[in-house]
């Protein structure tokens, strides 16, 4: 990941408005920081900072820690300059809508902006008013299931985290580091198959006057995996090992 | 959302591997529920059902009633014919890996496969082992941020079970891309594995007493290209003719 994409979630607030389980405060903070998440601004929340929140944090107590608390929405938004807020009730004046993904790639049209950008979640019960909505430029749908939409509010920072993340990657160009094997090379793998087709027919499996479909389906099958030297290297010694079987040609 | 889309979803099943918070079990089941899924299959939990889990379930009570407890990984699986294991921790012996959205593509390829999709996740505290990954055609990576990836076990449920519907849902429409030829499923896999690994012995390739590497390495081989039906028919075929060099054992 380059640095870019962390400083672009550096500037993505996540604001809790007045939760009411404590909890859901800590698991928030675990999944905003499991994405790389770190500003945490919570509006008028309960009761704050408490030893649920703490336990529930789970490692990601340093969110709750420089969490902001302040009294009402248009101060969690002061310096933003997108604000998103997430609901599942549609509204009767429609507001522009977003699913998570279409979000995630607002926030990559802002990413050169000065100012922050702010993702907001209702309370647990009663979600986000009309007003709280008005201060928002975008809601943010996720699209659940029509006959039980109710996510967790820690569940739904999840989704929001994980989608924001996953665009920020992948517009990034950047895949999952994985330790690259040494794939085999062509002549490697012509070698393999010159061996594979020798010991079919050694075993009375294949016929070369047959037509060729059969190291046709053969090739399909193993070039499709993109082989490893190592794993030919495998093969290979098992087919030698079968050769000792074989009668001498 | 179509018809094909809820059938699909109802194909899937997420596998908790000995959780140990039983009130986890019940957050799972909502998380399910609100992307649309409804299997949810149990390997020997500590505790179910609890009175925890169906707490946190919070509605979703019906597919705890509905969930299926087990004593082994294997029996979850059967009648499987794709199988991915969430894990955050790279492996020596690299496993085949997808994030999330690229295993949502991969169930998408096996809509019209008549076997169901299993999507499992480790216990809490020691994730998947490498024998539970080894059932796994895939290892799926939730890229998390590098210094605290500890997503809790409800949290990563929310994202993959999110991400399959997003995926399913943005393809609806779209012609579902179709293998022409059937794959085989996870049972005549594995009763080519079983093949496969007596002949190796009998040719004294491979040595059951010694490590499980090479095991781990031809299965990591041969579910990288998603066999059909018709190779696996081949290379027992060949496995077949290979053993009536063998002396009898």
Redesign the interface.
């Known amino acids: 990941?380059t640095a870019d994409v962390q400083k672009l979630l550096d500037k993505v607030r996540i604001v809790l408005i007045r939760t009411t389980e404590t909890g859901n405060i800590g698991?928030a903070a675990?999944?905003m920081?499991?994405?790389?998440l770190s500003q945490l601004v919570l509006v008028d929340p309960k009761e704050f900072p408490s030893a649920k929140a703490t336990a529930r944090a789970?490692?990601?107590d340093d969110l709750l820690a420089n969490a902001r608390v302040v009294d009402s929405l248009p101060q969690a938004l002061e310096g933003c300059d997108l604000v998103m807020g997430t609901s599942a009730r549609l509204r009767d004046l429609p507001w522009p809508l977003l699913?998570?993904?279409e979000a995630a790639e607002k926030v990559l049209q802002y990413a050169h902006q000065p100012g922050d950008i702010a993702v907001v979640f209702g309370s647990e019960r009663s979600g986000m008013s009309n007003e709280e909505l008005d201060h928002c430029h975008f809601q943010v749908h996720?699209?659940?299931?029509?006959r039980?939409?109710?996510?967790?509010l820690?569940?739904s920072v999840?989704?929001i985290a994980?989608?924001l993340?996953?665009t920020l990657?992948s517009a990034d160009g950047l895949?999952?580091e994985?330790?690259e094997?040494e794939l085999a090379g062509r002549d490697a793998m012509e070698r393999f198959y010159e061996h594979l087709f020798q010991?079919?027919q050694g075993?009375?499996?294949y016929r070369p006057e047959q037509p060729k479909l059969?190291r046709r389906?053969?090739k399909r099958?193993?070039n499709?995996?993109?082989?490893t030297h190592?794993?030919v290297q495998?093969?290979r010694?098992?087919l030698s090992?079968?050769e000792?079987?074989?009668p001498r040609s």
């Not at 996720?142 to 029509?146: K, L």
């Not at 039980?148 to 967790?152: D, G, K, Q, T």
């Not at 499709?224 to 082989?227: E, F, V």
């Open positions: 990941m698991s675990r999944a920081k499991t994405m790389g789970s490692g990601a699913d998570p993904r996720i699209p659940a299931n029509e039980y939409s109710s996510l967790n820690a569940a999840q989704v994980y989608e993340r996953m990657l895949d999952i994985q330790d094997e010991v079919m075993v009375g499996y059969l389906r053969m099958l193993f499709r995996p993109m082989m190592a794993e495998i093969m010694g098992f090992m079968i000792k079987y074989l």
